[in-house]
Nanobody
Framework: QAQLVESGGGLVQAGGSLRLSCAFSGRTFSTDAMGWFRQAPGKEREFVATVSWSGGNYYYADSVKGRFTVSKDNAKNTVYLQMNNLKPEDTAVYYC?????????????????????WGQGTQVTVSS
């Protein structure tokens, strides 16, 4: 079974930065991609960013392009989401997730339905 644990959330002023981490593990767990999603109160879960290792592809939601960067450390089995120039509308619970079948491609890399393994989430609050 997979375990995904997020950390790094918190309260920050608009214009500030945070870096989220997602450590993933599991005796039989293997994945070729990891994604970040977020959910604000009263809203549906939405795609933020995904990194796919083998293709070296990076996917970003339009709302975070140029401000957020997703990266990975294979040695540590950890994925990061560096968030700069944060805005109040970025306030949400942020989740990391791995694809149900170990990979994603194209539009699938931004579809929450493709992801079958989820962390518990970490709260990010941006004050104005």
């Amino acid at each position: 079974q997979a375990q995904l644990v997020e950390s790094g959330g918190g309260l920050v002023q608009a214009g500030g930065s945070l870096r989220l981490s997602c450590a993933f593990s599991g005796r039989t767990f293997s994945t070729d991609a990891m994604g970040w999603f977020r959910q604000a109160p009263g809203k549906e879960r939405e795609f933020v960013a995904t990194v796919s290792w083998s293709g070296g592809n990076y996917y970003y939601a339009d709302s975070v392009k140029g401000r957020f960067t997703v990266s990975k450390d294979n040695a540590k089995n950890t994925v990061y989401l560096q968030m700069n120039n944060l805005k109040p509308e970025d306030t949400a619970v942020y989740y990391c997730a791995a694809p149900r079948f170990g990979y994603c491609s194209g539009r699938g890399c931004s579809d929450p339905g493709v992801f079958g393994y989820w962390g518990q989430g970490t709260q990010v609050t941006v004050s104005s």
